[in-house]
Nanobody, 118 residues
């Protein structure tokens, strides 16, 4: 079992920045990949960044250059640095983990709200 706890959400003006954190606990060694997803009201949950155990990162085209995912293996924490935020980035952001040998994210955090508004 892996437990994930996100923090760092809040209200930010357009063009601003936020850094989200997600602390992982439990069976850390079982994690092969971690990712950040978001879900806006009435919308499907979508991936915004992922990082594999070897450090390889992946972003959808819309987030490349604005979002940066990183992992601190001392603190067992994955971060999402978000820059140049837009109102359409407003959503609940979730941290997720995928097990070694798995094909889906099967551990999820409770989510943290990000609101981009003036």
């Amino acid at each position: 079992q892996v437990q994930l706890v996100e923090s760092g959400g809040g209200l930010v003006q357009p063009g601003g920045s936020l850094r989200l954190s997600c602390v992982a606990s439990g069976n850390i060694l079982s994690i092969d990949e971690m990712g950040w997803y978001r879900q806006a009201p009435g919308m499907k949950r979508e991936s915004v960044a992922s990082i594999a155990s070897g450090g390889l990162t992946n972003y959808p085209d819309s987030e490349k250059g604005r979002f940066t995912i990183s992992f601190d293996n001392v603190k067992n924490t994955v971060y999402l640095q978000m820059d140049s935020l837009r109102p359409e980035d407003t959503a609940v952001y979730y941290c997720a983990a995928q097990k070694v040998g798995g094909s889906v994210y099967d551990s999820w955090g409770q989510g943290t709200q990000v609101t981009v508004s003036s």
